[in-house]
């Protein structure tokens, strides 16, 4: 059973940063993508950044030009590199992983979430 553990969120003063770390446990999965998504009560999980297998890399435009996704999909890591954070940004941030089979995602994994909190 794949898992994804993620750590790495806290609060922090706004302008400031930090770094998620997610990994998967449970073996070593194909995966085509990983990425963060993040959530706050009452609104709908969003897209921040994901990164495919073979490097190409997507970002939320409220992401752009502050956080940055990178990891190792093939050792099933992936990170997000977060800088000039705002009030706005603080959420419960998910780790996600994906794998295709014949062009269609067959595996969906989500981690637990971490929370993000930035004090203004």
């Known amino acids: 059973q794949v898992q994804l553990v993620e750590s790495g969120g806290g609060l922090v003063q706004r302008g400031g940063s930090l770094r998620l770390s997610c990994a998967a446990s449970g073996g070593i999965f194909r995966f085509y993508a990983m990425g963060w998504y993040r959530q706050v009560p009452g609104m709908e999980r969003e897209l921040v950044a994901r990164i495919t297998s073979g490097g190409i890399t997507k970002y939320a435009d409220s992401a752009k030009g502050r956080f940055i996704v990178s990891g190792d999909i093939a050792k099933n890591t992936v990170y997000l590199q977060m800088s000039s954070l705002e009030p706005e940004d603080t959420a419960v941030y998910y780790c996600?992983?994906?794998?295709?089979?014949?062009?269609?995602?067959?595996?969906?994994?989500w981690g637990q979430g971490t929370l993000v909190t930035v004090s203004s």
């Open positions: 996600n992983a994906e794998r295709l089979v014949a062009g269609t995602v067959d595996l969906e994994v």
